[in-house]
DNA sequence: TCATTTTTTTATCATTTGTAAAAGGCTCCC
DNA sequence: GGGAGCCTTTTACAAATGATAAAAAAATGA
């Protein structure tokens, strides 16, 4: 995936925007195992994938819990230091070798301020983001483990051959012994 | 609480800004019990609260899950017809009667086109949302029925005065049985 | 290829949570 | 003051999920 196909998913830009936008990416690489970003430190990148997935997961207690997957078109992002400028909760590791595009969260922040397509665009990201999050929850909060379990594969099948399941377990918010019971029932 | 208060607490606006979103408010008023949103209805309108407590509600099989409270100075939408311009899955209902802002969907989004002030006000609009979303989405996956009970309890102990407790325990994710067992314990 | 490590499944038991039904409280209105 | 209706709590039982341990399967690396 390139630069112009990730932005215009977003929204579309008007071709001088877009270029100003473009001209603040920088294409990073790293490899599988890589920790991107870091809990508790206020980050000062957005990245997008262009090739690769990613998790985010934080720890309560003593154990580890995946909260969200991110690949091809998504940005990741520590939405606490973005909106807040606080430290955020979440470590992000590469699950794969990754190429990355680089964007710094001051660069965008000045484009915002002199550019109205830019600001538009950082509104329907935003939005976008938004969006996927309540679905997230309200599929949390409505269905069964089950339930969204076959929701993830319907929805993102290829999650299932590109990450083990105890990561999909925790992200799904069971064990990894019940996601073997529910697999086995099916 | 009044206008400015509302607009404020989302981000600040140059005055000039400011007034031109004002005037696209028109003050309402309705009684506890009217559904204010419709599941299933492209929304065309955004209401702020005034005064007033709301609650989003959805279906799963037959019974209603509440997913969502609104108190004073906060933005009763339909996220998915405000974004997505698609069908929403919650009613809203006034739990009080309310006194609320009404802003045209349309008129807010032809001020994004024409005014960056209001652009990024909507983008922080968003953003703000998001956080709170996340938050919720992020104390469901990491917390037991009876850490988000306590957490209700400290940050909102309002609402467990105005709300009935089987709105909160469905609120929570449990049933009304589960809530007052853990009453009982604490 | 074989040995080692990692991941997934299976089995058992303990705990939590849900369902259904009943009882107790509270409020409102006549 | 006393019902009627709604809200909340309690109880008993059933179902689902979690914890732990161990076996089986798959992936990794020398």
Redesign the pocket.
């Known amino acids: 995936m390139n630069a112009d196909q990730i932005l215009d998913e977003i929204a579309k830009l008007p071709e001088e925007s877009k270029e100003l936008l473009k001209s603040k990416l920088t294409e990073v690489h790293f490899p599988k195992g890589f920790i991107l970003l870091r809990a508790n430190k206020v980050e000062s990148g957005i990245y997008f994938i262009r090739k690769g997935i990613v998790r985010a997961y934080a720890y309560q207690n003593d154990?580890e819990i995946t909260f969200w997957f991110g690949s091809e078109g998504q940005a990741v992002i520590s939405m606490r230091s973005y909106v807040e400028g606080l430290p955020g909760y979440e470590d992000i590791e590469l699950l794969e070798d990754c190429e990355l595009l680089k964007l710094k969260m001051s660069d965008l922040k000045s484009l915002f301020q002199t550019d109205i397509h830019i600001a538009n665009w950082g509104r329907r990201f935003a939005e976008r983001e938004l969006i996927r999050t309540e679905e997230r929850l309200i599929s949390r909060q409505f269905r069964?483990?089950?339930e969204r379990y076959a929701a993830l594969i319907e929805t993102n099948p290829d999650l299932l051959k590109r990450?083990?399941?105890?990561?999909?377990?925790s992200y799904l918010?069971?064990?990894?012994?019940?996601?073997?019971?529910?697999?086995?029932k099916v």
């Open positions: 154990n069964t483990a089950q990450v083990q399941l105890g990561y999909i377990a918010g069971i064990t990894q012994v019940s996601l073997s019971r529910i697999r086995a």
